[in-house]
């Protein structure tokens, strides 16, 4: 089974949106510090958007997530954060309003080998998945990660207030993306 291409029947993007009930549901600890739900404004109607991504890297002192667009430019997530960089994000159960920002390409680059570099599986099969192959060569994903339109690029997610140290319930719950 391959995702070279974006869903496109009722059917795929319903499994695609399924990951999102599970935060709608209150249950995003299930999901672990590995996913994160990102809320986002549609760049044509104005109205919340939603999509779980895979985080990829994260600095806990800033806490910054990095995010791939796994189909680089027509990811509908990432043409919307271009446009308009306000964002909500939760991972588990802690929620922060933030600002999405496209990687210039070599941090892209550098953060996608990382990626590469931690989990070599999920790397390997993100790429073969993608239709990208399945051999994760520095090469290649300096070429995917400099790519913002048909590669793998990163985003980074800022939450606008840093996390306090020993905060275990993260800022208090945000239910729209602030315009």
Sequence with gaps: ?????????????????????????????????????????????????????????????TGAILVASGYGGRSQWFRNIRREPKVLFQTGRHRHRGTAELLPPEESSAALAHYARRHPGSARGLLRALGHGDDPSSRLLEELGADPENGIPIVRLSPSVPP????????????????
């Design 1 to 61: 089974m391959t995702f070279s291409r974006p869903p496109d029947t009722p059917l795929e993007r319903a499994l695609y949106r399924a990951p999102i009930w599970i935060y709608r549901l209150g249950l995003g600890s299930l999901l672990g510090r590995r996913f994160v739900l990102l809320t986002h404004r549609g760049r044509n109607s104005g109205e919340a958007r939603q999509a779980v991504l895979e985080v990829v890297g994260r600095n806990d002192a």
């Design 164 to 179: 306090r140290p020993n905060d275990l319930l993260g800022e208090a719950p945000v239910d729209v993306v602030p315009r």
